[in-house]
């Protein structure tokens, strides 16, 4: 696990394609509560209510498991120039952290839906708005590193190198 410049192929093609998974899968929530209620109501079991938003976030699920698989065999690019202990501390836990509730997002909602249990439901949408919270706060972090800073860190996640 020696330190690249820069991200491999395959994490930069993970990366980008789970990133708009994760929107899409965001943007097809607005009618799982009440798919969960009825769900519940009728007691209806196995893959009948199939909705956009549960495929999207297994396939997430899914990536993402192969994506963690990939982070420690490659490994990942050293510091950023001129990045201080802090920051490098920062970006660890905070990538980390989105590593987390990538997995916890989807694994929580697919036990909200085939348990059926409106309580983790709900746990499900507070963990699944932090991931969203936290990724565009991470985002936006990434777009001050690259114009602000001019660090090149958008360089090591969109040009690969291994
Ligand atoms: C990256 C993956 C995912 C994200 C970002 C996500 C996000 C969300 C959000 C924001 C809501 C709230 C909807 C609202 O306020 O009405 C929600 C609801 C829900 N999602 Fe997901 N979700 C993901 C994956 C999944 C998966 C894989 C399943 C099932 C296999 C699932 C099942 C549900 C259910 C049942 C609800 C309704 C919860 C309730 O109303 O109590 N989600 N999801
Ligand atoms: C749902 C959206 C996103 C998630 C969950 C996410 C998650 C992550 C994670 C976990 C890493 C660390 C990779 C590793 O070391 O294994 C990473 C790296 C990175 N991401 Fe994202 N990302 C998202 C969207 C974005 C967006 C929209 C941007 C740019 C505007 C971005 C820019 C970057 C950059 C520049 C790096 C490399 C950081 C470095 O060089 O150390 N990401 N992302």
Do not use: C
């Not at 396939?59 to 420690?72: A, G, M, N, S, Y």
């Amino acid at each position: 696990m020696s330190p690249r410049a820069a991200y491999s192929r395959l994490q930069i093609a993970l990366h980008w394609l789970i990133a708009v998974l994760i929107a899409a899968t965001w943007l097809t929530h607005e009618n799982m509560g009440r798919a969960l209620k009825a769900r519940i109501e009728t007691g209806a079991s196995g893959f009948e209510g199939n909705t956009p938003h549960v495929w999207l976030g297994i396939t997430v699920f899914v990536l993402v498991l192969i994506r963690i698989v990939v982070r420690r065999v490659k490994g990942a690019p050293g510091p950023l120039p001129g990045a201080t202990p802090l920051m490098e501390k920062a970006a660890l836990w905070g990538h980390r952290l989105l590593y987390l509730l990538m997995v916890l997002t989807p694994a929580l909602g697919a036990v909200a839906w085939n348990a059926p249990s409106r309580t983790v439901g709900e746990i499900h949408e507070t963990v699944g708005g932090a991931l969203m919270l936290v990724a565009l706060a991470h985002a936006l972090v990434a777009l001050w590193h690259q114009y602000v800073k001019k660090d090149g860190s958008l360089t090591r996640i969109t040009r690969p190198q291994g």
